[in-house]
């Protein structure tokens, strides 16, 4: 990244304040449609407070940075349920998790398949490539809605460590996940429009196709490769640089929109997260 790009990049943020101001706003609904889920379907065990569930979320993502693919989310979303429902939040936790990993292997096996007529490096045919991306999608789905290997290692985690909990996982049904996949495609829609906002702030000329697709195969490759907070960065930009270039674009420019998500969506709300910690810790201390 040349500090020419760099100083450019600045430049077109500054012109294009009103852009930024809505990639801030998205910001808000991405966390916000996560907090709608969390406590939609935790409501299901005991009853969360909507204030309750933004603390849990801010802790989360407090929690989640310093580990790989941000697994330690968890232990902030526990912190209001009761100990005779913590199997269950943390099924719940993980189909949730799931849903989201399901939306972004679903939109980038899409983009997997667009991006062959745009940039045609492998030789295959079309019916080829059609085939593998429909029966891909066709795996993941049936995966995700009938698949119930989870509920079974958890109830066999009860049995065998947990005798004060649920030994039965709560339920959900077809339409359960399908709500929970629908929320979780919403919060990706709502990164892809971001991202593509931030490109376009940096390369005007850019195609909105390419920007959606470019960001689906981003976040496909950035979600297949385990990362923690420090490493999450510098591979996300990476990714970014080549993609874009992929397109014919400056790849600095990728970097530099991964760059402005990555504050934005992790770095602003593990600040606020950080305040919560503080209430926190005191509330209790004085308890």
């Known amino acids: ?11 077109a943020i500054r012109n294009h304040v009103f852009i930024v101001f809505v990639v801030f706003a998205l910001m808000i609904l991405n966390w916000g449609l996560e907090v709608i889920k969390w406590r939609y379907f935790t409501l299901r065990i005991q009853y969360v407070s909507l204030k309750q569930a933004v603390n849990s ?9 310093f580990t790989p693919n941000r697994v330690g989310e968890l232990g902030g979303r526990l912190l209001y349920i009761s100990k005779k429902n913590r199997s269950n939040a943390i099924y719940i936790n993980s189909l949730c998790s799931i849903a989201q990993l399901t939306a972004t292997l679903l939109f980038g096996l899409v983009a997997l398949y667009l991006i062959k007529d745009i940039q045609p490096y492998f030789e295959v045919s079309d019916h080829f490539a059609e085939f593998s991306i429909a029966f891909a999608i066709s ?6 809605f009938k698949g119930n290997i989870l509920r079974r290692l958890i109830v066999m985690f009860n049995n065998q460590f947990n005798k004060e909990s649920s030994a039965i996982p709560v339920q959900f049904s077809i339409v359960d996940r399908f709500k929970i996949l629908l929320i979780s495609s919403l919060r990706y829609l709502v990164f892809c429009v971001q991202f593509a906002l931030l490109l376009l702030i940096f390369t005007p000329d850019l195609n909105i196709v390419d920007g959606f697709v470019s960001a689906s195969l981003i976040f ?4 297949v490769i385990p990362s923690g907070w420090v490493s999450d960065l510098p591979i996300r930009t990476s990714f970014a640089f080549i993609v874009l270039a992929l397109f014919g674009y400056d790849g600095a420019y990728g970097s530099i929109a991964s760059i402005v998500l990555w504050s934005v969506n992790l770095f602003i709300p593990a600040t606020l997260g950080l305040l919560v910690v503080r209430k926190v810790k005191w509330k209790n201390s004085r308890n």
């Open 1 to 11: 990244m040349s500090a020419v790009s760099l100083k450019i990049a600045l430049n």
């Open 57 to 65: 979320i801010l802790l989360g993502i407090v929690a989640g940075i």
């Open 139 to 144: 795996f993941t789905l049936i995966i995700f």
């Open 220 to 223: 496909l490759l950035t979600t």
